[in-house]
T-cell receptor, first 111, second 115 residues
Framework: KQEVTQIPAALSVPEGENLVLNCSFT??????LQWFRQDPGKGLTSLLL?????REQTSGRLNASLDKSSGRSTLYIAASQPGDSATYLC??????????FGAGTQVVVTP | EAEVAQSPRYKITEKSQAVAFWCDPI?????LYWYRQILGQGPELLVQ????????DSQLPKDRFSAERLKGVDSTLKIQPAELGDSAMYLC?????????????FGPGTRLLVL
């Protein structure tokens, strides 16, 4: 069974520092990996989707890498801002319409 | 921008009562998902619909949970009777159709508290 782990569960950084969020998965047979953002009490917003054949994706200050063979993905957020405070979840698509989510990393960016 | 709508946003109920949640996916999206998210955990799939048909409900506790999508558009998730352990966020998501590379669009969720 695919397991997705995100470590650390929480972190706090001062504004301006770069954020590095980690996601690991146990089975490399995935179709894609997505990073989501979740604000307190809200739904999930998709940030980046990396297809299994890709190594990375970039959107503005966000960059996500994927190493299928080692079962790891990293989300980098450059020059963090207080508005980046949220929980970040990764999810792997394991088949048609099937996703396995990690528990998320709760991020606090302090002014 | 089109969004997935859910109601109610919050629900407080007593155990053994019945509760129902409603979801309206993005127009034209054939696939609809209901997830349960316990505080501090990632979402777990309860049921997946393709149009009006259930594709996967293997994780749905069928003794107390039911879901329907009668006309292949909006959907209702019901719990009867509610138990204390059902307290969670219930998220609805939709996508144009299931695919190997798929983005799901999530609604704001319904936060359920069972007392």
């Amino acid at each position: 069974k695919q397991e997705v782990t995100q470590i650390p569960a929480a972190l706090s950084v001062p504004e301006g520092e770069n954020l590095v969020l980690n996601c690991s998965f146990t089975d490399s047979a995935i179709y894609n990996l997505q990073w989501f953002r979740q604000d307190p009490g809200k739904g999930l917003t998709s940030l980046l989707l990396i297809q299994s054949s890709q190594r990375e994706q970039t959107s503005g200050r966000l960059n996500a890498s994927l190493d299928k063979s080692s079962g790891r993905s990293t989300l980098y957020i450059a020059a963090s801002q207080p508005g980046d405070s949220a929980t970040y979840l990764c999810a792997v698509q394991i088949s048609w319409g099937k996703f396995q989510f990690g528990a998320g990393t709760q991020v606090v960016v302090t002014p | 921008e089109a969004e997935v709508a859910q109601s109610p946003r919050y629900k407080i109920t007593e155990k053994s009562q019945a509760v129902a949640f409603w979801c309206d996916p993005i127009s034209g999206h054939a696939t609809l998902y209901w997830y349960r998210q316990i505080l501090g955990q990632g979402p777990e799939l309860l049921v997946q619909f393709q149009d009006e048909s259930v594709v996967d409900d293997s994780q749905l506790p069928k003794d107390r949970f039911s879901a329907e999508r009668l006309k292949g558009v909006d959907s209702t998730l019901k719990i009867q009777p509610a138990e204390l352990g059902d307290s969670a966020m219930y998220l609805c998501a939709s996508s144009p159709s299931p695919a190997l590379v798929e983005t799901q669009y999530f609604g704001p969720g319904t936060r359920l508290l069972v007392l």
